[in-house]
């Protein structure tokens, strides 16, 4: 069926209700055509003279009854075959004079969020440097530092998601379980922005501290361990890290990555750290 309104407002004048198919339409608007045409064919004729009263009064019935079923068969040309049950409803309605029923368009169902599987792989002390420019940790051997490598881990029972803007809050505490520091955005390796993303089966390493050593002192040691601060909000802000010494009593670190995006937190992750006889620190990795 057209879409336009006059095309709703034709179809609204039935005189015969249609059915399904091959009706003729007949309407409101075709008498009056029809007669009209036929009136006027008959006073002409008579008028000039072609044709007497009787003839001209045949001559308006023959062409208001042509008139007549042409219109039809030309309306049921054009009408569809087949009408729908929402097209009678706003047939229905146009002749009532009633707000036409709009039929509700279909709903595109969303697919369900799929939620990232982060896991720590390992925990371990490890050599870096640190670039002067945008002080990014990258491998090097200038220092030592105690590093977490995470993953977005494919699962056997689930579809795992990717996930975006993560960020790492970072809280230490002493053998008392007291907090001693926190770190509101730690630093991932190779990275200068604070955030990262994690596609699935993505690899990322996170800085958890680092201890500023010169020369051949290659032995970590509590009292020189520092946390270290991403202040790398974006590219127009930047400022250097932060740094704070770690107490020599720190005994637990917890990780907790977050998502930038809903501020949501994916996963939590607690690390022990253990002095041995040798002055050598011995971290035990325990994801929670």
Not at 26 to 39: A, C, D
Not at 111 to 134: G, K, T, Y
Not at 263 to 284: A, K, N, P, W
Request: one cysteine or more.
């Amino acid at each position: 069926m057209d879409e336009n309104p006059n095309a709703v407002e034709r179809y609204s004048t039935k005189l015969i209700k249609y059915t399904v198919r091959g009706t003729w339409i007949f309407s409101k608007q075709q008498i009056i055509f029809s007669s009209l045409l036929g009136l006027a064919s008959a006073v002409g004729a008579y008028l000039l003279g072609l044709a007497p009263f009787g003839a001209s009064m045949r001559l308006f019935l023959g062409v208001t009854v042509f008139a007549f079923l042409a219109a039809g068969i030309y309306n049921l040309v054009r009408a569809p075959f087949l009408i729908q049950h929402d097209q009678q409803q706003q047939i229905d309605a146009m002749r009532n004079r009633a707000p036409i029923p709009l039929r509700p368009a279909p709903r595109a169902e969303r697919p369900p969020d799929l939620e990232p599987n982060l896991e720590c792989l390992s925990v371990r002390f490890d050599q870096v440097e640190i670039e002067s420019e945008h002080d990014i940790v990258q491998d090097g051997v200038e220092h030592i530092a105690v590093i977490a490598e995470f993953v977005n881990n494919p699962h056997l029972e689930r579809r795992i998601g990717s996930a975006h803007m993560v960020f790492a809050v970072i809280r230490y505490f002493d053998v008392n379980n007291q907090l001693v520091c926190q770190v509101t955005h730690g630093p991932w390796m190779d990275e200068d922005m604070r955030e990262v993303d994690f596609a699935i089966g993505d690899r990322r390493r996170l800085v958890l501290a680092v201890q500023r050593i010169d020369g051949d002192q290659y032995r970590p040691k509590m009292d020189a361990l520092r946390a270290i601060q991403n202040n790398h909000e974006n590219w127009q802000r930047y400022r250097a890290p932060d740094y704070w010494y770690l107490p020599p009593n720190t005994q637990r670190i917890e990780v907790r990555l977050c998502s930038a995006v809903d501020g949501s937190t994916i996963g939590t992750y607690l690390f022990d750290l253990q002095m041995g006889e040798d002055c050598m620190v011995h971290l035990l990795g325990d994801p929670a």
